[in-house]
């Protein structure tokens, strides 16, 4: 971490631990105003609500640690930031004030602490061991299931070997160990999962004709992926800690009310985007904004993480991908002036070149997926900026719509025209 890295988190600590980085509410109505989802810190007797500096100062401060490498590469951004939030109110409750070394410390050792090596255990269907009992791929092994496998397992509590055996019974056992936090080994385990089922699947297209598509092969990790719910068994690698996670397969849903569906109408154009598809007559323009809101929600669909990235870019590559020249250039100029002068305060004008590097270099990850087949080079922190960019380009692009441009040529001429001022100043 950097010296000025370390001087902003100070500076955040310096107003967190402050009067202003709280609201004062003194009435019900005051409270119903902010809200049942307003970022608060609970003490041991009350929560305190923060106010937007106190939001802004802990958002830095997590960003900051998100990017560290040394936690990026052990832990995921949820484990980060829900870290720097519990840190934060241990501080609070200790009615202690750390500086900027005390606080990072603590943290990150708080997270490194939960990096271990683990084994995981999901069920596999579609795959029948004949006279074998035991299949080994790499660091995944396969199994007829055989409660003496757990033989190391420390069970104790709710988590019993009857109840171990009796919810995985109905089939094969995939077994593989992975080392990081909770969330990354688990992600690292999908990910030689992946890989497993894949060798399976090309064995089987050698050794059956039509197997491509009689056969089936599923790991029970996600609930994306069946039907039916499905749990995952973690232990440490020297047989303590034995946890089992229930997945049920149902995201989140998106919450709206009247007022957010009143600041959409007003600021973001969502009357004139629910016309767009029945609009007998679309301008050149405005078919590049309904092309980039299907690839949106194509990319929002989607399970994988470089593939959302890829269509993402998608999105953009409707509006400035459109004549026969760099397109990485293309797409960061087009995207960067958009974003630093449409009006919506995206990005500042102090911002612009390091924002359109960025951009060069997110669409060098895109470029790297598409053409060489990489798929673990984008991070979860792309994928968050990328999509937040793209949807106010898209919004962006709906307001010069209303402005009355029409075609993808007048918006490059004005990108154009303010890059070059831009690299002029």
Known sequence: ?????????????????????????????????VGLVHPTVRTDENSHPLSEAGISALRRITTIMENDPALRKACS?????????????????????????????ECAGSLMATVKERFHLVMLDGLELKDLDKVELGTISIYKPDMKLMSV??????????????????????????????????E?????TLLVIGILAVCGAILYEGSIWRSHLRAGLSPHR?????????????????????LWGEDQKLPLDAKLIDYLREHCFLNQLSAL????????????????????????????TTMRFVKLWSCVECFFAFQEENITEAN???????????????????????????????????????????????????????????AWLIISMTALAERGYRTLSQVKEQTDRLDAQMRGA
């Open 226 to 246: 069946q039907t039916m719910p499905t749990s995952i068994f973690r232990w440490d690698a020297d047989g303590g800690d034995p946890t089992v996670s229930r």
């Open 1 to 33: 971490m950097t010296a000025k890295e370390k001087r902003i988190i100070g500076a955040d600590l310096k107003t967190l631990f402050s009067l202003k980085a709280f609201l004062v509410l003194n009435t019900i109505e005051e409270w119903k105003a």
């Open 188 to 192: 690292r385990f999908d990910h030689q």
């Open 77 to 105: 951004q949820h484990e980060i930031a829900l870290q720097v939030h519990t840190s934060y109110e241990g501080w609070i409750k200790r009615s202690l004030q750390p500086d900027a070394d005390e606080f990072i410390q």
């Open 277 to 304: 598809s029945s609009e007998e007559e679309k301008t050149r323009l405005q078919q590049s904004i309904e092309r980039a809101l299907y690839w949106f929600a194509d990319a929002h669909g989607d399970r994988n």
């Open 332 to 390: 960061a100029r087009g995207m960067a002036t958009i974003l630093t002068f449409s009006g919506y305060q995206v990005w500042t004008v102090e911002d612009y070149s390091k924002m359109k590097s960025r951009l060069r270099d997110l669409y060098g990850l895109r470029s790297r997926a598409v053409h060489r087949a990489e798929f673990d080079e984008v991070q979860l922190v792309d994928l968050r900026d990328l999509s937040r960019w793209v």
């Open 153 to 186: 397992v420390q069970f104790g509590g709710a988590i019993t070997e009857d109840w171990i055996e009796r919810d995985f019974s109905k089939g094969l056992w995939l077994i593989g160990k992975t080392e990081g936090s909770p969330e990354v080994s688990l």
